[in-house]
T-cell receptor
Framework: NAGVTQTPKFQVLKTGQSMTLQCAQDMNHNSMYWYRQDPGMGLRLIYYSASEGTTDKGEVPNGYNVSRLNKREFSLRLESAAPSQTSVYFC??????????????FGPGTRLTVL | AQSVAQPEDQVNVAEGNPLTVKCTYSVSGNPYLFWYVQYPNRGLQFLLKYITGDNLVKGSYGFEAEFNKSQTSFHLKKPSALVSDSALYFCAVRAGPGDMRFGAGTRLTVKP
């Protein structure tokens, strides 16, 4: 039981390049999330998927797109990377759709640098 | 808007002493509060949460948190700190079905 896994662990991009961050969970959770972590700002929600087939914007969605590929996988795409997207990206999952009380479980993160 | 604040960027304690990491919250409606810990180059690990009921919540690794409605606080505590407790601690409040608002984090350093 690996929990939440993310690939890649590290990535360096040039401004304007595109890339997709991958996330998978093996806990049979319904909801999945993408966050970014910046120094001194905690984590901020980019997008979430309450259940397979649905996605919704979070606090900071601009410049990103997501795909809920199936119940296990939730990807985050940067179409044209900008230096402001340099950050650490975390994927998380939780069991029930739309639950306010379920714990979110986090992956190990992807450290992205945009030059 | 729902939010949490962690008033201390850094907390230093000696090993064996009690520790407290502070968190205050602002919510409309029932507060659902969480504490997470992050070790260097790792993801966030869940410590404990308050949903309802007993104001003293016990969690992982000997941590506990006290919910105080009148002071809108949810402070994390441990009776005896270990050097291995040194990490970054985040308080969070559930603001909606897909929305968790995190504090900026408090770096805890436990010195031998």
């Amino acid at each position: 039981n690996a929990g939440v896994t993310q690939t890649p662990k590290f990535q360096v991009l040039k401004t304007g390049q595109s890339m997709t961050l991958q996330c998978a969970q093996d806990m049979n959770h319904n909801s999945m999330y993408w966050y970014r972590q910046d120094p001194g700002m905690g984590l901020r929600l980019i997008y979430y998927s309450a259940s397979e087939g649905t996605t919704d914007k979070g606090e900071v969605p601009n410049g990103y797109n997501v795909s809920r590929l199936n119940k296990r996988e939730f990807s985050l795409r940067l179409e044209s990377a900008a230096p402001s997207q340099t950050s650490v990206y975390f994927c998380a999952s939780s069991e029930r759709p739309y639950s306010l009380t379920d714990t979110q479980y986090f992956g190990p993160g992807t450290r992205l640098t945009v030059l | 808007a729902q939010s949490v604040a962690q008033p201390e960027d850094q907390v230093n304690v000696a090993e064996g002493n009690p520790l407290t990491v502070k968190c205050t919250y602002s919510v409309s409606g029932n507060p659902y509060l969480f504490w997470y810990v992050q070790y260097p180059n790792r993801g966030l690990q869940f410590l404990l949460k308050y949903i309802t009921g007993d104001n003293l919540v016990k969690g992982s690794y000997g941590f506990e948190a006290e919910f105080n409605k009148s002071q809108t606080s949810f402070h994390l505590k441990k009776p005896s700190a270990l050097v291995s407790d040194s990490a970054l601690y985040f308080c969070a409040v559930r603001a909606g079905p897909g929305d968790m608002r995190f504090g900026a984090g408090t770096r805890l350093t436990v010195k031998p």
